[in-house]
Structure formats: structure tokens, C-alpha cells
């Protein structure tokens, strides 16, 4: 697939070393993409030189990607060292380094917890794509990918109401906004993984993608290679779309063995 080649692409919630942002950029980097990874603490520039760094045609920058401000500045910068974005991949918003989110029900969630849950994973995604949108219509290209998730889209978990409603929301966002911007030439999808084996990743978690169909929990790079596909121009006919990445465990009503 040689889709992404010179692109220049912005994954956003890269600063993991083994997370999903980071497996996409790497993906897209190996592709020929010019890439740009940002997270909110300075250890994106870890990220970066694990990359190449500059002279690898790799930019490195932190951000409060809640802060309209503060997206702007990003997407001004990356448009300075690489040129306007081209490919999006909004996957910020699983977890952020230094904050412990606890799960919780409905009726003890509180303002604080509701507005961050939000903020993180659907407020950013918005400010990023409505950053860079009017240059991908001025252009007549561009390819928008959020990282979703399974949850809120095709189904639920107890104590992650406000994570599941933010992940709904993406899908939302992203048809509505594959129909305004669809004869422009920019699409807009949503990636949805499964139980993957992330460094966030918790044992019941783990323990959880051992009984989907595959038999054992997702990689970072698989759900990586499906954000790759989509922001290509390989992809030019696919847009408003869900594509889920979890080893079929959606598709099964028994989770368990039966004997």
C-alpha cells in the first residue's frame, strides 16, 4: 500500500511506547507518511527519536489537546515543520500519564469526572479535526480516522458510561461530518478495537480477549494497520464507517467454553 507515501499525517495520543497511537505512527512512518505525534507530557520527544526525530521527517510535540488554544498552536507548528495535515488519527483520550480514573456508575458519576471523560476523547477529536479540516477542503484531500472503541458504539461496559458515551459520540461525529465534507475528497472513519494489549492494559482485560474467537487478546499494530488503510488513498470510497478490531468477540453470544 503506498497510499500514505509523503503525506504528512498527525497521530494524536502517541506518547505510549506500546500503545495503539504510537503502532500507528510507527505503521504510517514505515509507509513513507511524514509524521507528527503528540500527547500531553514531553515524553512524545522519547517517541520522536525512537522515530527517527527530525531528520527522519518526524515532529514531536506536547499538548493540551483539550485547550482550543493550545490546538491551534499544534496544528499551526506542524504546518511550519511538515506542511498542512493530510491524515488525522484522533486517538487520544484512553488514558492520560498521571491521572488514575476509576470506573464508576451513572448515578455516582460526578461534574468533574463527566466533563474530563468527555473532554478527553470527543472534545479533543473535535478540536483537532476542526483544526485542520478547512485546509484538507482547501486541498481536496484528506483522511480523518478516530480510534473509537467498541464500547458505546456496539456495546457497553458497567462503570464506563462517560468512556463509552465519548466513543459513541466520535461515530456520530464522524458520519455527519463524511456527509459535509465527502465531495471533498476527505473521508472520515472511526477504528474500533476490541480487548487489545496495550500498557494501560489490565489482567481482566487480558484475561477478557483470551475468550474472544481469536483466542487471545489484539496487538496495537493490528488495530495500527486498519488506521493505515483508512488513511489512504487506497481508501478514497470508504467514509462514515465503524470498522471494529477485536477478534470477533462482538460477533459471539457465548464467552466461555461450554461443556
Not at 82 to 108: C, T
Not at 127 to 134: C, N, Y
Request: include cysteine; glycine fraction near 14%.
Amino acid at each position: 500500500m503506498t497510499g500514505v507515501k509523503d503525506r504528512v499525517a498527525l497521530v494524536t495520543g502517541a506518547g505510549s511506547p506500546d500503545g495503539i497511537g504510537f503502532a500507528t505512527a510507527k505503521l504510517l512512518h514505515a509507509a513513507g507518511a511524514r509524521v507528527a505525534i503528540t500527547s500531553t507530557t514531553d515524553r512524545i520527544q522519547e517517541r520522536c527519536e525512537e522515530l527517527g526525530g527530525q531528520e527522519g521527517g518526524v515532529v514531536g510535540i506536547a499538548a493540551d489537546l483539550t485547550d482550543a488554544t493550545a490546538v491551534a498552536d499544534l496544528n499551526a507548528r506542524v504546518e511550519g515543520a511538515l506542511g498542512p495535515v493530510e491524515i488525522l488519527v484522533n486517538n487520544a483520550g484512553m488514558v492520560q500519564i498521571g491521572r488514575d480514573e476509576p470506573s464508576a456508575l451513572f448515578h455516582e458519576v460526578s461534574d468533574e469526572k463527566w466533563r474530563y471523560g468527555i473532554d478527553m476523547s470527543l472534545t479533543s477529536a473535535f478540536l483537532m479535526t476542526r483544526a485542520v479540516l478547512p485546509s484538507m477542503m482547501n486541498q481536496e484531500y484528506g483522511r480523518v480516522v478516530h480510534i473509537s472503541s467498541v464500547t458505546g458504539p456496539v456495546v457497553g461496559i458497567s462503570g464506563s458510561t462517560v468512556y463509552g458515551t465519548a466513543k459513541a459520540g466520535m461515530l456520530g461525529m464522524a458520519r455527519s461530518l463524511a456527509i459535509e465534507v465527502g465531495s471533498k475528497n476527505v473521508t472520515v472513519n472511526c477504528v474500533a478495537p476490541g480487548w487489545i494489549h496495550t500498557g494501560s492494559s489490565g489482567d481482566n482485560e487480558l484475561i477478557a480477549g483470551q475468550f474472544t474467537p481469536v483466542g487471545r487478546p489484539g496487538t496495537p499494530e493490528e488495530v495500527g494497520h486498519v488506521a493505515v488503510f483508512l488513511a489512504s488513498e487506497e481508501a478514497s470510497y470508504v467514509t462514515g464507517q465503524l470498522m471494529v478490531v477485536d477478534g470477533g468477540n462482538t460477533i459471539q453470544e457465548y464467552k466461555v467454553e461450554l461443556t
